[in-house]
């Protein structure tokens, strides 16, 4: 085989061209290197294999709430470990902080720790590294306390010794005995958890009135061998539906359902979505990269025209050209393939951090086979069609030597073909930025929404834990009394409240209640948020009563059984009479020893505005009740401050410092902020977004610009002979932006069908912005308009200098 | 029609000037046809280019048709070429991507002619010029002696008072040579002053008057 034969002259041609060869290689290795890097996420989400064995038959079994995952509920799990078929084992467990004592005080620390059913090892298929794992016996109610530490927490606090077995450990006050190690890389649910203890489960956890509480329990279990996930979704309902305490859950349709996941569900998230969308763009940038490419290998084709006619002309037969050709493109883009498998580290690491990366994965997420393989499978199309661009353009060469005097016709159909490329790339990059636009447009309409309060001059200071171990509630009662009284005292403040849960606080509580003028038969109850205020409440959110009153301080404490209720509330339980006035029945829980508590009846005394609660884009929500309550002891602090409530947040942490010294506040920070930070993963989307649309822009007009000049150049004894014919400068000028702009508006006409898919599959990410937008898709049009105008200024303009005596002389 | 005094083009040269056209002097009388020779590099084109206004940048006097060249700028010299001058290539120069007509529509164009208007006298030249058949037609598919015939329907649509033709028949078989320059006799009947550069001693000689050129001098004065 004479491969090195004939790569030896291509390499030195390339060689000789390393501009042309540079291009292509970084270009098309960076645009390869991107594809690579969104596939390998995605690859690694979807596809990549689990480390467990039977991996394809764990599943998660949780309730869905409203569109929340809450887990299980003790009650329901034990159900479903009893009761439901198709089943091969199921595993609680919960993932919590604990406070680790250590020989002194500094040594103590907070770490992340999973509490698992003994079970959960087995389903995961791991076992010891050191010692022994749980057995059934370690989470038997009263049983000696055990702990199993991770890898990576047994070499840094016992470097690895083995004596570390039999040792204790001081968790949350209480003695833990070390009776094992898991292997290095074991991570379950999540890479930062350093230890797991048993769960246990007692009879009080049990309890009916334990049914309806979730979000602190998740389960993965094993499907039997051939189970089919939707019978046993259904049979798991089934379960649930017959559990004592949980029917009511079922009452309102479509709230609460049971969904039984593919274990990776876990770790998925919303990464899906946001990466899928990142694929496609990238993809797109791909395909105009590729374009600008073939339209390069065009040009260059085409300036070689004579040389290699000439070649022809003394015997070198077709197969020559298709082999250098072909061979070119082929060693450019294995170049490339290299150069974007350099890259794609980079390009993970640019993912995580615009956290599309999920670092809690088990499986690890990085250069896999498939990833490879997809970047050579898309180098090799690149370098086919790089080959058939040259090949092409190279047609009717024979003619070539002939038209040497006539440079407007040589290279025409190649012409062509480019000027069709370009139409591709303007079509796709419209497409895109269409996309691109909609999702920048609808994250306006998010942070536009009213938000039911005013968000600005506004500081929310969670209340985080008042207290350590040893403080009583009385105690802090009066932390959270003090705390408002002394914010409302600091200077700048012009109002405080407290309230157990506020709009884009960390709390949500749901009570069900019987709404005014119910039968009292007691069969349906539907659920709304139970928030209770004190008496400066709506005023620090600057939400007015729209009708009644506000609560006051006696009513706050005596917490009186009076309620403000929303708007939503109104429209939903009152219609049509005036619910100023009427009563209705808050249902109560059982209190901790199991006696049930009787309804609490409450007046409506007032009505304020819906707030959104948790995010922007939520509409169709629980009603609220807000009761007054002058001290809560969770929830938030609410400050309406007379400049920038940023310059509230320092005074803020000092006076919970000083208030609560043994405490941790919640969070403190602006309202305004807050509520933008639940778009945070949003506009790290629309930014890397952005980045690839302006990308796609700049290749697109790149083209654009590199064809028009092309075609100046080639048209110069035309716009010669124009001029001759009277033909001034504008004239000519204007000639060449409408070429210019025809192909941009033939890509835009190109472009519809494109932006129409563009546009579905945005469509669910949209929000007070309808898919076809008119200001999008103008702003799009006019964006690309602009820009493609600027790009062919400067070859129109070289048109209209040509001088004609010059331009005809060169005939 | 024409008349050039002390006419001087040079393009500046390492270490001088590097001449092509010196001390041209030269009268043509209105509805004369002239003819150019000279050996190749002798100034003939660049002599059609000062004439045919597209060359500013040489010293002199020159009036056509009883205007002043010189001091004229940029815009009024292009009405004036517009108004009076019409173009004839050797290379034919139609524009590939244009039909015969279309051709022949793009000097009415640049002169702002009403559509309705250039429609007549497009319609109009083609008969005249025996070709309506072809006027849908892409230039390259006709030949090189129906080009040329279409060229010059183009550069006389305007009816230009001044016909410059730079080796009009320099790429023609002696058949379709020989149509071109019967129809430049008919265009020299109907009043048109004709400026003819050609090779050809035949062709030459049917003209009124020979201008020899050499070296960028008239020969014989
Ligand atoms: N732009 C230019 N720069 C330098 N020399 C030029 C230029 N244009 C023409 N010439 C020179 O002027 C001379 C006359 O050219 P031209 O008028 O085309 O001759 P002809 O048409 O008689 O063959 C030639 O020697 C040519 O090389
Ligand atoms: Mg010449």
Redo the contacts between chains.
């Keep these: 085989m004479n491969l090195f034969a004939d790569l030896a002259p291509i390499l030195r041609r390339l060689w000789r061209e390393r501009a042309y060869a540079a291009t292509v290689v970084l270009l098309l290795g960076i645009a390869l290197a991107a594809n690579g890097g969104v596939f390998a996420v995605l690859y690694g989400l979807l596809y990549k294999p689990l480390p467990f064995p039977h991996e394809d038959r764990l599943v998660t079994v949780s309730a869905r709430f409203m569109g929340i995952d809450g887990g299980v509920s003790l009650p329901l799990l034990d159900a479903i470990a009893r009761d439901a078929k198709g089943l091969d084992g199921i595993a609680g467990f919960q993932a919590t902080h604990v406070e680790v004592g250590g020989a002194t005080n500094a040594q103590a620390a907070s770490i992340e720790i999973a509490r698992v059913q003994p079970q959960l090892f087995t389903l995961l298929g791991a076992h010891a590294a050191a010692g022994r794992l749980f057995e059934a016996e370690d989470a038997r109610e009263g049983a000696a306390r055990s702990i199993v530490l991770g890898w990576d927490a047994w070499q840094q606090r016992y470097g690895g010794a083995a004596d570390t077995i039999g040792r204790t450990i001081d968790l949350d006050g209480e003695a833990c005995r070390i009776v094992g190690v898991l292997p290095r890389g074991f991570a379950f649910p999540e890479r930062g958890i350093q230890a797991w203890t048993p769960l246990v489960i007692g009879a009080s956890d049990l309890a009916e009135s334990k049914a309806g509480s979730f979000g602190d329990t998740y389960a993965i279990a094993r499907l039997t061998v051939g189970a089919d996930r939707a019978a046993v979704r259904h049979d798991v309902e089934a379960v649930a539906r017959a559990l004592p305490g949980l029917q009511r859950a079922f009452d309102e349709p479509g709230r609460f359902a049971m969904e039984v996941g593919a274990l990776r569900d876990v770790w998925i998230g919303e990464h899906v979505p946001a990466l899928r969308l990142m694929l496609l763009a990238v993809g797109l940038v791909l395909l105009v990269t590729a374009a600008n490419l073939c339209n390069l290998a065009i040009a260059r084709a085409t300036a070689r025209r004579h040389a290699i006619a000439v070649q022809q002309a003394l015997g070198a037969g077709r197969s020559r050209q298709v082999t250098q050709a072909a061979g070119e493109a082929f060693v450019l883009c294995t170049l490339a393939a290299g150069l974007a498998l350099a890259l794609l580290p980079g390009v993970l690491m640019l993912l995580a951090r615009f956290e599309l990366l999920p670092v809690d994965a088990p499986q690890a997420i990085g250069i896999d086979v498939p990833t490879v393989a997809l970047l050579l499978g898309l180098a090799f199309s690149a370098a086919l069609a790089i080959t058939f661009a040259s090949l092409g353009s190279q047609r009717g060469l024979q003619s070539a030597l002939g038209q040497s005097?006539?440079r407007?016709?040589a290279g025409?159909g190649a012409q062509r073909v480019r000027q069709g490329l370009i139409v591709g790339q303007i079509a796709l990059t419209a497409a895109l930025l269409v996309g691109i636009g909609l999702l920048l447009r609808s994250s306006q309409h998010l942070l536009a929404e009213d938000v039911g309060f005013d968000r600005d001059n506004l500081v929310h200071a969670g209340l985080g834990s008042l207290g350590g171990r040893g403080v009583d509630d009385a105690t802090r009662i009066a932390r959270v009394a003090a705390l408002v009284d002394a914010a409302r005292a600091m200077p700048g403040v012009v109002a405080a409240g407290v309230g157990s849960q506020v709009p884009f606080g960390d709390n949500v509580n749901l009570s069900s209640f019987q709404p005014p003028g119910a039968a009292i038969d007691g069969s349906r109850s539907p659920n709304a948020y139970d928030a209770r205020v004190d008496a400066g409440y709506f005023a620090a959110l600057g939400m007015p009563i729209l009708r009644g009153r506000a609560f006051g301080d006696d009513e706050a404490r005596g917490q009186s059984p009076v309620a403000i209720v929303d708007e939503g509330f109104v429209r939903r339980y009152s219609p049509d009479r005036d619910a100023l006035g009427r009563t209705f029945l808050l249902e109560r829980p059982p209190l901790a020893d199991g006696t049930a508590q009787a309804p609490l009846e409450l007046t409506i005394v007032g009505v304020v505005a819906t707030t959104k609660r948790r995010g922007l884009d939520e509409s169709d929500d629980y009603a609220t009740i807000y009761r007054p309550q002058a001290a809560p002891l969770s929830g938030a602090l609410l400050v309406r401050s007379s400049a920038s409530p940023d310059t509230l947040v320092a005074p803020l942490r000092d006076l919970f410092t000083r208030i609560a010294p043994d405490g941790s506040p919640g969070q403190i920070i602006a309202m305004h902020h807050r509520i933008a930070a639940t778009l945070a993963e949003r506009d790290r989307l629309n930014a890397l977004l952005q980045g690839l649309g302006v990308i796609a822009l700049a290749l697109a007009v790149l083209g654009l610009y590199a064809v028009l000049a092309y075609a100046v150049r080639m048209r110069e004894?035309?716009f010669g002979?124009?001029?001759?014919?009277?033909?001034?400068a504008r004239?000519i000028l204007r000639g060449v932006l409408a070429q210019g702009l025809a192909l941009v508006g033939l890509g835009l006409l190109v472009g519809v069908p494109l932006v129409v898919v563009a546009t579905r599959l945005v469509a669910a990410r949209l929000h007070g912005v309808p898919a076809y937008d008119a200001v999008t898709l103008a702003g799009v049009a006019a964006v690309l308009g602009t820009v493609a105008m600027a790009a062919c200024w400067l070859p129109a303009r070289r048109a209209a200098r040509v001088d004609?005596?010059a331009a005809?002389?060169n005939? | 029609m024409i008349t050039l005094e002390n006419v001087e083009k040079s393009f500046p040269l390492a270490g001088g000037r590097s001449w092509v056209l010196r001390n041209v002097n030269l009268a043509i009388a209105d509805g004369e046809f002239v003819s150019i020779m000279g050996p190749s590099g002798a100034g003939k084109s660049s002599l059609l280019n000062v004439l045919g206004l597209m060359d500013h940048d040489w010293q002199g006097g020159y009036s056509l048709d009883g205007t002043a060249v010189a001091p004229l700028n940029a815009k009024q010299r292009q009405a004036l070429q517009r108004d009076k001058i019409g173009f004839i290539f050797q290379h034919y120069h139609l524009i590939d991507d244009l039909k015969v007509w279309e051709n022949l529509d793009l000097p009415l164009q640049y002169r702002d002619v009403p559509a309705k208007e250039r429609a007549a006298q497009v319609a109009d030249l083609l008969d005249r010029f025996n070709i309506v058949g072809k006027k849908d037609l892409f230039p390259n598919q006709l030949s090189g002696g129906q080009q040329q015939l279409v060229a010059v329907a183009r550069a006389v649509i305007t009816k230009p008072r001044l016909l410059l033709a730079d080796e009009p028949t320099g790429a023609l078989h002696s058949t379709q040579a020989r149509i071109i320059m019967d129809l430049l006799h008919e265009l020299h009947r109907g009043g048109m002053t004709i400026v003819q550069v050609t090779h050809n001693e035949d062709y030459a000689a049917e003209a009124q008057r020979i201008v020899r050129l050499r070296d960028g001098w008239i020969e014989g004065t």
Excluded: C, F, K, N
């Design positions: 005097g006539r407007q016709t025409r004894a035309e002979v124009r001029m001759a014919l009277g033909a001034d004239r004609p005596i005809l002389r005939e």
